[in-house]
């Protein structure tokens, strides 16, 4: 970031002269924006932060960005995903545009409220990272580019990204939704371009057994036992699934526990919710190796009268690569996922964001103002390279 010297001389009064102490260099950040648009992306970011939109419960603040949208002159069309959660689909003079700018306006649960310390400028709440801070950023970006390049850009803001995506599924599947040739997705990325993100897929293990007096253990099965010993062969299977030099190791993640009804009765079921962050290979053949690690497990617990199945969420997806090919930005790899599997098409696919993914989730969840200014900046260097890029691209091809 620049940063401009002033040379301040300070002189010393007293005595029996007028010596001036050693010039001091004190440094003042510039602006990053000016006023009237920090204060008007200070005002967006702060209102749908104070909108609670945890997962399922998006209708408010997808309803005041609307009207917030059209007031700015773009036509807003929604799409219901289910009842009273609609995805937001904004452009200018054109729905078919060449380059579509997204996020998502849910969050994790708990909500905590908006905040901004102006001494600090650090201003936090849910969602003011993840991912409200992108969403207000690149409205502001789009906002201030010339009426050209604003006329081929749409601005898409789905619903359901923090719980598996059923947003952007629904949007991808839209009958009638542009072919885009390039997708710029926010989320906190510490203000860097991001070259891909692993893969996931996410299953339930259900252990059924039965029921019985504790007093008398060998008159049931105990659900506990069997799901605790697959989590044991889990917990070894972990250490070996796959690793790749771009994304490193292969993560399974104990995510949720829970079995029985009273600790004097042999539990009748138990279950464990489990998710598996994939660096390489694909869910498939992660799937595989779990079955395989469970398969003496599952077969115990039949011959003792219980059983053991594993319920997949979805099919998953493998690790994302990104394109990152702009110049002037630093560039990392994440651990977590996003909308950009969910959204088919042979487009060019950005991921940038404001904030960082370790406050995200969290009761501490905030960020500088600085670095939501900085995004608007950054967005719109984004958008423009892009464009000309296609722009070149196209003109090859004649």
């Known amino acids: 970031m620049l940063r401009s010297l002033i040379l301040i001389p300070v002189a010393l009064i007293g005595f029996a002269s007028a010596a001036q102490i050693p010039v001091h260099e004190v440094s003042i950040e510039p602006p990053l924006l000016p006023e009237s648009t920090s204060n008007e992306l200070l ?4 209102k749908l932060v104070e909108i609670e939109s945890i997962t399922q419960n998006e209708e408010k603040v997808g309803k005041w960005l609307k009207a917030y949208l059209e007031d700015q002159g773009f036509t807003v069309e929604l799409q219901e995903v289910s009842e009273k959660r609609y995805n937001l689909l904004a ?18 649960p708990p909500y905590w409220p908006y905040y ?43 619903v359901g990204e923090e719980t598996g995506g059923d947003g952007m599924r629904a949007f991808s599947d839209l009958e009638n939704r542009p072919d885009y040739d390039v997708v710029i997705f926010g989320e906190p990325t510490e203000a860097k371009l991001v070259c891909g993100h692993k893969g996931i897929i996410g299953f339930t ?10 007093g008398y253990p060998w008159l049931g099965v105990s659900a506990n036992d069997v799901i605790i010993e ?36 042999v539990a009748e079921t138990a279950e464990a919710k489990i998710a598996v962050r994939i660096a390489a290979g694909t869910p498939k053949i992660v799937q595989g190796l ?17 059983d053991l ?37 042979d ?34 260097r984004l958008i423009i390279a892009t464009s000309l890029s296609h722009t070149e691209e196209e003109q090859n091809d004649m």
């Open 309 to 345: 199945d594993a319920v997949w969420v979805s099919e998953g997806y493998p690790p994302v690569d990104i394109d990152c090919d702009v110049e002037g930005f630093k560039t990392m790899t994440v651990n977590y996922g996003t909308d950009i599997p969910n959204l088919k098409g």
């Open 205 to 214: 293990l259900k252990a059924q057994g039965k029921a019985a007096h504790s």
């Open 91 to 108: 452009y200018g003079s054109k729905r078919d545009t060449s380059i579509l700018v997204s996020s998502h306006i849910d969050t994790v």
């Open 230 to 265: 697959a989590l044991g062969k889990l917990l070894i299977l972990r250490d070996h699934l796959p690793w790749s030099k771009k994304y490193g190791n292969t993560t399974m993640n104990f995510g949720y526990i829970s079995g029985g009804v009273a600790m004097n009765v």
């Open 347 to 380: 487009h060019k696919r950005y991921l940038y964001g404001p904030g960082n993914i370790f406050v995200a989730h969290s009761d501490h969840e905030a960020l500088k103002k600085k670095e939501l200014e900085q995004a608007v900046l950054d967005y719109r």
């Open 43 to 46: 005002y967006l970011h702060r």
């Open 116 to 158: 901004h310390n102006k001494t600090t400028d650090i201003i936090g709440g849910r969602g003011s990272v993840d991912a409200k801070g992108s969403v207000a950023a690149q409205i502001i970006a789009v906002l201030g580019l010339k009426d050209k390049l604003l006329d081929d850009i749409s601005l898409l803001f789905v």
């Open 290 to 306: 779990i079955i395989n690690a469970l398969k003496d497990v599952k077969t115990k617990a039949q011959e003792l009268g219980g």
